[in-house]
């Protein structure tokens, strides 16, 4: 009676939204865009309607599949399911699709699906709360309010996957990283006799996997360098690096140059032919046959390019959510930031910077990935914006020509065989940094490598 | 209704009007597959469009059991996630087709 009584106070409108669930689902159907932005905020329980539910289920489904989930692909994975059980079925699917918002308004819907879920919550908590009070004979006040906080608290401010660890996990969770780097580093001694497993991806030169045990998922890296001075070359000597020699996925966003031109970048990069003889086709039938074989390791990597002259960092955040989503990316490199089209244009560039950075950082922890991001330095070396960026980030790197007087006097580089170029580590969260590792640019060959000690 | 809106109808109560048709048993899981794809190729996704051609030129044709058996079957096996699989099978229909009117299909 208690229960009946509670819940017939709040009428049914408050509490559920059809309408709102058939429109986030309709667009999830018609709008790659609509369906990533749904497929990260809303979850099964969200929705009211368990047919709905259902439907929001085999469509986020699809999408892992790769398959872009038209109402087609829904009505044959709903046969297949055998969840179409009768014509009564397929006139629901199809109210559901004839449900078409324009997918700038996903949000608006998105938010009133989730916003009557955490009232379901609410409604779910006083119910509960009330019909445990009237149950109770000796009532613990103290223990009844607080427990009451406790799950309040989780409604209002924390979501259901946030998490807060207790001072014993966080206990825990200290010992158990310590006892992992600690079989590790026993590992290294005894098996592998000095070679450095990472933490992280490599980063295609071992002095600096030396230091940073490499990219570590959730680290924002910024890498700055002039203009014609290797940004490209140093992200695709990243990416040959994981995607190539590792085979692990990643995604690179490239803001200026053509898909012709990547491809070609590759054919330089894997072949170690000269990229202008390349670019002419001034080649050979044995370099052809070799940068046909350098193309097929290409084949098999895990190098995914999105050349997109109109980036914006909202953009930006979809496409990885895409690529996490459908092919597990492990790093995600945008080449370059000054490129980015402006949130607000009356922003002044430092501005612009630091909210493009944010974001970055913030896409990083969210899909548990590095995200690695290039910058263009002033004519003098330096980055507009720079303290900002350097807060929030996790490794900053400088890319920079070693000057022709330092190659003659400095004694120290006269250790390395042909260095050119400064890899500079201006930040390094988690080791040393204010150091310049003296590495080769080969700038015809687009490749990069560790400067040998002599 | 707009173009847009009219065409989006039309793919949905295709569509639908196809599941309905497997769901009374009007044809088979495998042929709704088939044309439910079909359905999507030309709508939505835009590909192979010499496909379509194709089916005009059979529909077109005198009947031949046996061949149009062999059509049926070869189109209701079409893997359209395989681009290598689609070709192969367009070409096999073409052969067929050039069988059945006597001359090669242009």
């Known amino acids: 009676m208690v229960k009946a009584r509670a819940k017939s106070q709040v009428p049914e409108e408050t509490l559920f939204d059809l309408e709102s669930e058939y429109r986030v689902l309709s667009s999830m159907l018609h709008s790659e865009e609509a369906c990533i932005e749904a497929y990260d905020q809303l979850s099964i329980s969200d929705f009211y309607s368990p047919h709905n539910g259902n439907v929001f289920a085999m469509i986020c ?38 449900q078409y918002i324009d997918d700038q308004n996903i949000k608006y819907w998105i938010k009133r699906v989730k916003d009557k879920s955490r009232l379901r919550r609410y409604e779910d908590f006083l119910r509960i709360s009330y019909q445990s009070l009237a149950e109770q004979k000796d009532v613990d006040v103290e223990q009844v309010l607080m427990e009451a906080e406790e799950k309040l608290t989780n409604l209002t401010a924390l979501e259901i996957d946030d998490h807060v660890d207790s001072p014993s996990e ?5 010992y158990d990283e310590v006892e992992r780097r600690f079989l590790r580093y026993k590992e290294i ?23 940073t045990l490499g990219y570590k998922p959730g680290d924002l890296i910024i890498l700055g360098a002039q203009t014609g001075h290797g940004k490209t070359a140093f992200a695709l000597h ?12 990643i995604l690179y966003l490239n803001t200026e140059m053509s898909r012709q031109q990547i491809a070609l970048r590759w054919g330089s990069i894997l072949s ?34 999105y050349p997109c002259p109109n980036l914006t960092p909202e953009k930006s955040i979809s496409i990885a ?24 244009p009356r922003q002044p560039e430092w501005q612009v910077l630091e909210q493009i950075v944010k974001t970055q950082k913030m896409l990083a922890q969210n899909l548990n990935i590095a995200v690695m991001v290039l910058v263009q330095l002033n004519p003098d070396g330096t980055l507009q914006g720079a303290r900002r960026m ?29 260095p050119n170029y400064y890899l500079i580590i201006e930040k390094n969260r988690d080791g040393i940094s204010g150091k310049g590792i003296p590495i080769v640019f080969d700038q015809q060959r687009q490749t990069m490598k560790d400067a040998e000690r002599t | 209704m707009d173009v847009n809106e009219e ?14 048709a497997a769901m009374r048993g009007q044809v088979s899981g495998a042929e709704m597959g088939f044309l439910l794809s079909l359905l999507d190729q030309i709508m939505v996704k835009h590909q192979y469009p010499e496909m379509v051609d194709l089916l005009k030129k059979w529909t077109d044709q005198e009947p031949d059991e046996e061949i149009d058996l062999i059509i049926k079957e070869t189109l209701v096996n079409i893997d359209f996630n395989n681009s290598r699989s689609v070709e192969a099978n367009l070409d096999t229909i073409k052969d067929l087709l050039s069988v059945q009117g006597g001359k090669p299909y242009a």
Not at chain 1, 73 to 94: F, N, R
Not at chain 1, 170 to 174: E, T
Not at chain 1, 238 to 249: D, G, L, S
Not at chain 1, 285 to 305: K, P, T
């Open chain 1, 272 to 305: 170690s032919i000269e990229h202008d003889r390349i670019r002419k086709g001034d080649i050979n039938e044995s370099e052809l046959s070799i940068i046909l074989n350098a193309y097929s390791r290409l084949r098999e990597s895990g190098f995914y390019s």
């Open chain 1, 238 to 249: 990243t990416a040959r690096a994981i995607a190539v020699e590792q085979q692990k996925n």
């Open chain 1, 321 to 344: 959510r895409k690529f996490k989503v459908q092919h597990n990316i492990e790093m995600m490199i945008v080449d370059y930031v000054g490129r980015m089209e402006k949130f607000d």
């Open chain 1, 390 to 418: 350097k807060n929030e980030c996790d490794l900053m790197l400088k890319l920079a020509p070693i000057p022709k007087e330092e190659l003659e006097e400095n004694p120290d580089l006269k250790n390395f065989r042909n």
């Open chain 2, 7 to 20: 065409r989006q109808k039309l793919y949905d109560e295709t569509a639908s009007l196809i599941a309905d």
């Open chain 1, 170 to 174: 966080m206990a825990a969770l200290g």
């Open chain 1, 61 to 98: 489904n699809l999408y892992e599949r790769d398959l872009r989930p038209t109402y087609v692909e829904l009505l044959k994975e709903g046969h297949s399911l055998g969840v179409l059980t009768s014509p009564a079925d397929i006139e629901q699917l199809k109210y559901i699709a004839l």
């Open chain 1, 189 to 211: 001694k005894e098996l592998h006799k000095g070679v450095l497993p990472l933490d992280g991806l490599t980063t295609g030169f071992n002095t600096l996997d030396n230091i």
